[in-house]
């Protein structure tokens, strides 16, 4: 039969027992805890790393597409300025080829009125170059006639003198006359024809009918073609 020092000490034993399984659960359960809370620790310490990561993924992938949203307004930007620069050139030079065209327009219209005056200067004087020569030739004209007329007046005067001193019959003198009338019409040169002498101016000249006019010219010209020459 135990003592009681002998269960004393089994009680002892087992309280000692008791305690180490006690530390050892309690042991055990910080352990797994530890390893819970380090797991645990790991896993949110990964996530964070991978939201981390994630999250500079994303602010990387925004810069870039600010940064090209950026590179594309001001490359825009440019592109407007650029087709501006560009109008406005196009304005400039159509401005320019306006101005170019407008200068040359001015420069034929006044070459054409410059030309156009000259023409007028030219056809006035080739006017009061044509008007001088009609009247110079007008002038000679006139200067032939009269001087043809004075030597016809002076055969005239010496015809008549010398069929008054042959004392011809006025038939004779009409036919004389007539002969006159168409050596004068006749150019030098030439034979004296019957109709050199109209029969108009005859009648007009001698004051006689067409009949006689026709007899008289008819006899004057019989007597050229024998030798007659006043």
Not at 123 to 147: G, K, P, S, V, Y
Not at 188 to 209: K, R
């Amino acid at each position: 039969m135990p003592t009681p020092r002998t269960e004393r000490a089994l009680t002892a034993e087992a309280d000692i027992a008791e305690a180490e399984h006690q530390v050892a659960a309690r042991t055990g359960t910080a352990a797994a805890q530890a390893t819970a809370a380090t797991a645990q620790a790991q896993a949110e310490a990964e996530a964070a790393r991978t939201r981390a990561e994630l999250q500079k993924t994303a602010a990387e992938r925004q810069a870039r597409a600010e940064a090209d949203a950026l590179e594309s307004a001001e490359a825009a930007a440019a592109r407007r300025d650029a087709a501006h620069a560009q109008e406005q050139a196009a304005e400039a030079e159509l401005r320019t080829a306006r101005l170019r065209e407008e200068a040359a327009r001015t420069t034929v219209e006044a070459e054409h009125r410059e030309q156009e005056a000259e023409r007028t200067a030219t056809q006035r004087a080739d006017r009061r170059r044509q008007q001088a020569q009609a009247e110079h030739q007008a002038a000679e004209t006139e200067l032939r006639t009269a001087q043809l007329r004075e030597q016809a007046a002076r055969i005239e005067a010496t015809a008549q003198e010398r069929e008054d001193y042959a004392r011809l019959t006025p038939r004779e003198r009409s036919e004389r006359r007539v002969a006159r009338l168409l050596l004068a019409a006749t150019p030098a040169g030439q034979d004296t024809q019957l109709d050199a002498a109209p029969l108009a101016t005859i009648q007009e000249e001698l004051s006689v009918g067409r009949t006689t006019a026709s007899e008289l010219r008819t006899a004057a010209l019989g007597l050229i073609q024998g030798g007659y020459r006043p």
